[in-house]
């Protein structure tokens, strides 16, 4: 309370702020990303070039912050970093982009907001857990959980009316931009998505090891992202040869690759440090939404993704879900310090 009483004015929103630019960032690369694979870009060249810039930005805040601790780097850390790229980069950011080109970005960025309750429902499955149903905050954890996923499968089975939101000139650009776009398959993005999201949540409980093993945050990070462009580029390599695939020129995908490479990989990182270092772990979820409002706006009036009833009222379900488990979680949590404290006293 000392602290937060001692805070100016602006020190109080930098956390906020930091989050908003997060999931701006986030919403940035998932229309880019779209547009690219849309353009025809292959999506392994992509997730590889994009990792090996992360790792190079991230590089020279690696050695600021933790010099000296690439030496302490040996067999087991190396091989918990490499598992840690696979499963945290390689396979769901793959699964995702894949996800992405079958649907829209505004329908792709939805699914990260189901990663907190993936993680939770992979933690009772691993026992991490428990599941406690007699109190509520396990009670509301549980509703939360299947209030989420019955935001997804409304998503997904039910469309309804579409929301025409723009004048005729927008619309009729958007004719175009759909003219040319390379054909969707819903179920099977879904699917892809929906699997990303689940390992992703594998990655959060992966963390916890990998950091005993390797405790210093920027070189991990910074090994994550080289190994994990190590890996996309090798499967890419063995799916696609030809040199014209992995050729780039001053044009979108470069701009693309620099962007989520600095913003949504190395900014995302730091700015999410910075707001759990504040404002403690349970933070950064709040603002999910965000990312989902900026990239459906966006989407609809940039690319022409389709805002229909049963989109607005999946992404209602699947937001309150999501914010009812993390208040929950929140409620489980202080219960937890009351009664270390308690034990303590």
């Given at each position: 309370m000392e602290e937060e009483k001692k805070e100016g004015p602006l020190e109080r929103w930098k956390p906020a702020v930091s989050m908003v630019l997060v999931q701006a960032s986030l919403s940035g690369m998932f229309l880019l990303s779209k547009v690219v694979i849309t353009d025809g870009m292959f999506i392994f060249a992509l997730l590889t070039y994009r990792s090996l810039f992360g790792a190079l930005f991230i590089l020279p805040f690696a050695f600021f912050y933790e010099r000296g601790a690439w030496r302490k780097l040996d067999l087991k850390s190396l091989?918990?970093?490499t598992f840690n790229a696979f499963?945290?980069?390689?396979v769901p950011m793959s699964l995702c982009f894949?996800?992405?080109q079958d649907t829209t970005s505004s329908y792709a960025i939805i699914?990260?907001?189901l990663i907190p309750v993936a993680t939770y429902i992979l933690a009772l499955i691993f026992r991490m857990e428990t599941l406690r149903l007699c109190t509520l905050p396990g009670s509301l954890k549980i509703i939360g959980t299947l209030t989420c996923f019955g935001g997804t499968i409304l998503l997904s089975l039910y469309k309804g009316r579409v929301l025409h939101l723009w004048p005729a000139v927008v619309a009729r650009y958007h004719q175009v931009v759909q003219q040319n776009a390379s054909g969707t398959n819903q179920l099977r993005g879904t699917i892809l998505l929906l699997a990303s999201s689940?390992?992703?949540?594998c990655w959060y409980l992966l963390q916890s090891k990998v950091l005993k093993v390797y405790p210093y945050?920027?070189?991990?990070?910074m090994?994550?992202?080289?190994f994990g462009g190590i890996q996309t580029g090798l499967v890419g390599?063995?799916?696609k040869r030809d040199r014209k695939t992995w050729q780039l020129g001053w044009n979108l995908q470069l701009l693309t690759i620099l962007y989520t490479g600095a913003f949504a990989t190395a900014g995302k990182y730091s700015l999410n440090s910075y707001a759990v270092q504040k404002r403690g772990p349970s933070y950064p979820p709040m603002f999910n939404a965000l990312s989902v409002v900026f990239t459906t706006i966006l989407g609809s009036l940039l690319l022409g993704d389709a805002i229909t009833i049963g989109s607005i009222l999946g992404v209602i379900l699947i937001i309150g879900g999501l914010y009812l488990f993390l208040f929950a979680k929140g409620k489980d949590l202080q219960c937890g310090d009351d009664r270390e404290d308690k034990s303590a006293g």
């Open positions: 091989i918990w970093i499963i945290g980069y390689a894949y996800g992405l699914f990260v907001n689940f390992t992703y949540a945050k920027c070189w991990s990070s090994m994550t992202c080289l390599i063995i799916l």
